[in-house]
């Protein structure tokens, strides 16, 4: 098979509008400040989105037992601003645990919604061990967790 100029300038401009594509629609992924990140949570969860990434503050409200099945999650409930609960599932494979983690202490966590009745989880607080794509994290005691 020949590969002509025609057909490497196709695949050019195919790379490249499947780049736009995605630029653009990382640009419609908000970026959160801490005066909107709860309105922006209530407005995913009423509207059933998931798979976008949120920066949330909350209060661990229950630790859970570690789901040892690999990948490895440290699991935990945190009560967000109003009645909203979330559980946070973090890749302990992925990103160190977060061992002085206690009920009723403050998190920052960026990570990935995902939305379920029951208010919804919180994933991909680690680093993308391939560069792929933004990781996320969680702040705890002044400590970043990646």
Do not use: C
């Not at 630790?63 to 890749?91: C, E, W, Y």
């Not at 794509?133 to 969680?138: A, H, K, L, N, Q």
């Amino acid at each position: 098979m020949k590969i002509t100029k025609s057909k490497i300038t196709q695949a050019i401009i195919i790379i490249a509008l499947l780049g736009l594509y995605w630029f653009i629609e990382q640009a419609k992924i908000p970026r959160l400040s801490d005066g909107n990140q709860n309105e922006l949570l209530k407005n995913y969860y009423h509207n059933k989105v998931s798979k976008k990434m949120i920066k949330i503050t909350g209060v661990t409200k229950k630790l859970l037992a570690d789901d040892l099945i690999k990948p490895r999650h440290q699991k935990f409930i945190i009560h967000v601003d109003g009645n909203m609960s979330l559980l946070v599932t973090h890749n302990i494979d992925l990103a160190p645990r977060i061992n002085s983690l206690n009920e009723g202490d403050l998190v920052e966590i960026y990570g990935q919604y995902e939305w379920n009745s029951q208010g919804g989880l919180l994933h991909w607080t680690h680093h993308d061990p391939r560069g792929r794509r933004e990781g996320g994290w969680i702040i705890h005691n002044g400590k970043k967790y990646e």
